[in-house]
DNA sequence: CCAGATGATTTAAT
DNA sequence: ATTAAATCATCTGG
């Protein structure tokens, strides 16, 4: 008799529970949590527990970079290290809540099972209680995933952002890509294996090379007249080079190495104008014997804007026509 | 310290 | 995926 009571008890109650608050439960996925995950993991931070190997890594690293060591290798490490003080941290933290929170749950078991004598509670309603413990304390985990995330961000942000520890390309490197940037003025988008060469020339990456040329289009077509000078300058050297490699045997009569630079700047015009003549009296050596390049757009002065279809549009280049900013440049300071 | 140069990143379009 | 354009953060020379 009493089992019966009980039970027919514990499904009235079942039944107001459930009616009472629908079981609105199952979500276990809940994508904010799966994408603190996955960062959490790509970071390194969550994954497979080699703390130690990691840092040994790091130090034999280090190690190796030897006499070099040109390579920020040794900030690297210092940047893992603290990834790795993080991780541990985490890794602490989410024992020490794993572990309160079996132990909370048996201890809420434990007395609902006491109570159950006294007390109409089915299983299933202590398996409700355990999931909504759980939930609470998944939720304390997310937060403390949060904040973990958060100091790896700001890790990486302080050591890993390139931009903060930038260094120019030395001399000879600008140099070749400032080569090969106006021999191919008409079409300077380097292939992957030109960029790969240029890389190895230059000694650095494929992405900086990208980087370069990326940066040199926009910023050559943006202003034209600003790079005219330099324009002129490689255009000279490459051609001497040219005359130089094909006319290596006949008379080597090249006077002209701007390279040297000795007097420097004079104004824009003449540079051009001295560039020019130098190019246009190279000429007849043998350059441009129609296997050449495409029209090298050197000295607008002479050669008004050929306009290699990239850089089509917009913005006028400023020096080629009289920059007259219009008229007036009377803007709207007044009030 | 400032202004310009410069390499890197971000955003959006293709 | 690659690029243009804008923007950022740093470097460099004055």
Not at 56 to 74: E, F, L, M, R, T
Not at 79 to 96: G, N
Not at 205 to 216: D, M
């Amino acid at each position: 008799m009493k089992p019966a009571l009980f039970s027919v008890l514990c499904e009235i109650k079942e039944k107001t529970v459930l009616s009472i608050r629908g079981v609105q439960d199952e979500d276990p996925p809940d994508p904010q949590i799966m994408r603190l995950d996955n960062m959490l993991l790509a970071e390194g931070v969550s994954g497979p527990e080699k703390g130690g190997g990691s840092a040994a890594a790091a130090a034999a690293a280090a190690a190796a970079g030897g006499s070099p060591g040109s390579d920020g290798s040794i900030e690297h490490s210092d940047y893992r290290a603290k990834l790795a003080q993080i991780r541990q941290i985490y890794h602490s933290e989410l024992e020490k809540y794993e572990q309160a929170c079996s132990e909370f749950t048996n201890h809420v078991m434990n007395l609902l099972r006491e109570q159950s004598r006294t007390r109409p509670i089915s299983p299933k309603e202590i398996e409700r209680m355990v999931a909504i413990i759980h939930r609470k304390f998944s939720s304390i985990q997310m937060q403390l995933k949060q904040s973990t995330c958060e100091a790896v961000m700001i890790l990486r942000s302080r050591f890993l952002d390139a931009r903060r520890k930038r260094r120019n390309f030395n001399k000879q490197a600008t140099e070749v890509l400032n080569e090969y940037f106006y021999s191919h003025l008409s079409n300077p988008y380097p292939s992957e294996e030109a960029k790969e060469e240029l890389a190895k020339k230059c000694a650095i990456t494929v992405s900086q090379v990208s980087n370069w040329f990326g940066n040199k289009r926009i910023r050559y077509k943006k202003n034209i007249g600003k790079f005219q000078e330099e324009a002129n300058l490689y255009a000279v050297k490459t051609a001497v080079d040219a005359a130089s490699v094909s006319a290596q045997a006949s008379q080597a009569n090249s006077p002209a190495t701007p390279n040297s630079g000795s007097s420097g700047s004079y104004s824009l015009s003449h540079a051009g104008d001295a560039a020019a003549a130098a190019f246009l009296g190279l000429r007849p050596l043998h350059l441009s014997g129609g296997a050449g390049e495409a029209p090298l757009n050197v000295a607008p002065t002479l050669q008004p804007q050929v306009s290699d279809s990239w850089q089509d549009s917009t913005e006028p280049s400023s020096i080629t026509s009289p920059t007259g900013p219009p008229g007036s440049v009377h803007s709207d300071t007044s009030n």
